[in-house]
């Protein structure tokens, strides 16, 4: 296909009839769509209908997609099929301020054959540590790419670079055998356990399936397989989990009293506490003697920060837009991101040895609550607490693979000023990354480097400011900028404070 897809808005001539330059692009795009074999893009005969009404959120079938672009069109700037898996090997340009995003995506269209990009995912998580001999020897990329020569400034030897592996590495080797172990013998498609497994896994996100109907399928799926060998493949949905679960990025669960007065946490997290030392509630639900395992009567789900920082910069498609913001110039005089304000600049000349190393990590931390039950069930407030990162380009840094969730904080109730007991698991990650920094490997200088981390500004309305800060958002001095000399009043008959008309 040529590089001219300005027929995608063109789906009717000048009298208003249906273009036929546009029907033929849709057969291109519907062949293009429906020949991926990854099920991220492409599964059970269906994929996302980029339609105008869709936006590519809903899946739908060849024939309905078909239908949906001929009726609606195509959506706005759509001219890169990136989520039908066209990927563009480009880097990454700040579009000039007023440029249309369109305009700019179609400058740099081009269709470039996608890698495999499991592999690709599995090369960036296992990290430099697997480059060696034997890993060669199963088709890892050869590590005399690396430049080897590099001086480190933190005193980390190079050997270390192609050290065998171990720990949570070794556990990465395995998985990689897994990756290019063939589903059976014989198999000529490029289906691998670790690939098929992953299909399922994404089968039962896509349609919300039970876990029975999960294990239901997996097991008249190895009944058909008669090649298959049953002792490479999951038995179950705990087991294919506990496959995928080598991967990485896991998650914390912590106990919390029912009155948020402490988290169950460092000096608190044996189990030998039983209630709690301020409010005197126990710790666990009532339950029969017999029971094997006690019950928490609340919890905390916290996502560690450190490995998902790490993460990014182990990631070869990542890495590079790291130090984006180094050479943010501010042309036109008018910010497009966060590094051109007045705040990074202040900040930088604070601190200047955090500032002299570019690769060091700006954060945002942002939080709100919300009902999940809707408002006509019982009341509920569940509280997730965001961390994004600024380091990246503004097409980046707000996308939601970018902004990372850290903590799920439990209802009913909101957590109130209290709110500070159960951010503890992520302060302390924040103090090491100020204080001590984290050595990182970084994949695209190929070199470690000892990564700091600062938390900029947090994100939230007024109400959750005044959880973040514990500044009083409630009476006349409740802004924190203009404090006493706001126009806001006492309402004598109302009872309560007005600020009508204190805008600026």
């Not at 440029?99 to 740099?108: D, G, R």
């Not at 997996?218 to 506990?242: G, M, W």
């Not at 180094?326 to 497009?336: D, I, R, V």
Request: hydrophobic fraction near 35%; charged fraction near 25%.
């Amino acid at each position: 296909m040529g590089e001219d897809r300005s027929w995608m808005y063109r789906h009717r001539d000048e009298m208003g009839y249906w273009n036929n330059e546009f029907n033929a692009g849709v057969e291109i795009f519907l062949d293009f769509a429906f020949s991926q074999t990854d099920p991220m893009f492409c599964v059970m005969n269906m994929t996302r209908c980029p339609c105008s009404k869709c936006w590519n959120r809903e899946w739908h079938h060849r024939r309905r997609v078909q239908s949906d672009l001929i009726t609606n069109g195509f959506m706005d700037g759509y001219f890169i099929w990136k989520r039908h898996r066209e990927i563009i090997h480009r880097k990454w340009r700040c579009t000039q301020v007023g440029e249309s995003s369109s305009a700019a995506t179609a400058a740099a269209m081009n269709n470039v054959p996608s890698v495999d990009q499991l592999r690709d995912m599995l090369h960036d998580a296992i990290g430099p540590n697997f480059f060696n001999n034997e890993n060669n020897a199963i088709g890892v990329e050869d590590a005399t790419q690396f430049d080897a020569s590099f001086d480190d400034p933190y005193g980390v030897s190079t050997e270390s670079i192609f050290e065998e592996p171990r720990g949570d590495a070794k556990e990465f080797f395995d998985l990689l055998r897994v990756a290019d172990t063939p589903l059976f013998d014989g198999c000529d498609d490029g289906v691998t356990v670790l690939k098929w497994v992953c299909e399922l896994m994404s089968a039962k996100t896509l349609f919300n399936m039970s876990v029975t109907n999960w294990d239901y399928v997996l097991k008249h799926s190895l009944i058909a397989f008669k090649k298959v060998d049953r002792e490479k493949l999951p038995t179950d949905y705990y087991s294919a989990k506990k496959m995928l679960r080598r991967l990485g990025l896991g998650y914390k669960k912590y106990d919390v009293c029912v009155n948020n007065c402490i988290l169950y946490y460092g000096e608190y997290e044996s189990q030998c506490y039983l209630q709690c030392p301020v409010c005197e509630e126990p710790r666990f639900k009532q339950r029969d003697v017999h029971s094997a395992k006690p019950i928490p009567r609340k919890s905390l789900w916290y996502l560690p920060t450190i490995p998902r920082l790490q993460r990014l910069y182990m990631s070869r498609k990542t890495a590079e837009h790291m130090t984006w913001h180094l050479n943010c110039y501010n042309e036109n005089e008018k910010m497009f991101h966060p590094a051109c304000g007045e705040a990074w600049k202040h900040f930088d000349s604070t601190h200047p040895e955090f500032a002299s190393e570019p690769r060091n990590v700006r954060l945002g931390l942002c939080t709100d609550g919300f009902t999940p039950f809707g408002h006509s069930a019982s009341p509920y407030s569940c509280w997730p607490v965001f961390v994004s990162v600024y380091n990246l380009p503004p097409t980046m840094c707000m996308k939601q693979e970018y902004v990372f969730l850290s903590l799920i904080i439990q209802g009913p109730q909101s957590p109130g000023k209290n709110i500070d007991v159960m951010l503890r698991p992520l302060i302390d990650d924040l103090k090491q990354f100020w204080y001590s920094g984290v050595q990182t490997y970084n994949s695209f200088r190929h070199q470690y480097f000892l990564m700091r981390a600062a938390l900029m500004w947090t994100i939230s309305d007024l109400p959750g400011y005044g959880m973040l800060s514990g500044w009083s958002t409630h009476g006349k001095l409740s802004c924190p900028y203009c404090m006493e000399n706001s126009k806001a009043f006492w309402l004598e008959h109302g009872q309560k404070t007005s600020f009508f008309d204190c805008h600026r």
